[in-house]
Structures are given as C-alpha cells and as structure tokens.
C-alpha cells in the first residue's frame, strides 16, 4: 500500500507545484496589463521625442546690430520670438526686453514657427521670407545656419544689412534662458 501512495503523492505534488506556477504568470501578465492601461489612461499624448523636438535650437540669441541691441529666443516649442534689449543707446538704456520696433534685427521672422524636416535634418522657419533653416547632425548637433537659401554660418555671427531689413544670425547660444526674457519684460 505504501508503495501505491508514494507514487500518488510526488504526483500530486509535483502537479500542484505546477499548477502554481502558471497562476503567478498569469497574475504578473494581468498586472502589467494594468500599468499599461494606467500609463495610456493618464492622457499624456505627447511622445518623449515631440517634447524636446526643438531643444537642439531651442534657446537665447543674440541678434544685435551696430550698437542696437536685439535677442532672439527659439522656444521650446519652436517658435521664433524677437525682442528689442533696451539696454543701450537707442533704448534708452533701460533694463528690459520690449516687442520689436519697426527697426529691431531679426522683426521679419518674429512670430513664426519652425518646422522639423527628418531628411533634411532642417529645422526650418515656415513662410520666412528670406527662408531661414537650422540644420543639424545626426546627433542634434547645430552645424550650419542658412538664411536666404545660399548663405551658410558655421561658427560666427553672420550680420545682413541693409536699409529695410537687418538680421543678424547668430550659431551660439547665450547663457540667458527665456524664463530670463520673460521675468525681464519691460512694463
């Protein structure tokens, strides 16, 4: 008799070990169904890579032109905003950043946004007139400016004068922010 029940019981065993193994995969599986349906639940549509899009133009420039001092902020978002930095002769040499005036560097572009094309690696300005694109690297890297579709900048500013237009194209960042230009914005 103990030779039947011996038998009978490592195969009992053996399959309630078994048994409980499969149940753990299953409770692991449905938990992480749920954390994907709480992930996607949050509402949050906006990819990783979208966010920062434009965080390798994105940042403070400075834009100005013989004494007239300008910047230029490239937003997280892309956008291409202008301001006169009235910190000199012409502003009065007030400390604060003011919407461009009629002869501030850079006005043509205030207001427009770019645009990320993948096989070109350009961040263009949209409906810049003279076109306006930031071209970088495999790595996101700034390697060239052009402006007007033929001029190219590869390390210093490039300034373009004349007397209805001046914009000043600058490949270098600032240490500003634009949490700075905003908290600085004349009253």
Known sequence: MKKALLPLFVSLTLAACGGGSDSDNKVTDTSSKTQTNTTTSTGNTQTPEKSDEFAPIAGVYDATYQGDKAIVVITAAGEYQVFDDLNDSVGGNKACYAAPSDSTPNKTFNGLSF???ENLRHF???NAN???AFEVDEYKTLQY??????IT???GPLVVGSASERVVIS??????????ITAQKCQ
């Open 124 to 126: 263009k300005l949209k």
């Open 115 to 117: 645009e990320y094309d």
């Open 153 to 155: 900048v590869g390390s």
């Open 171 to 180: 490949p270098r960042k600032m240490t500003l922010t634009e949490a700075d």
């Open 145 to 150: 400016i052009i402006y007007g579709g033929n």
């Open 130 to 132: 003279p076109s306006l």
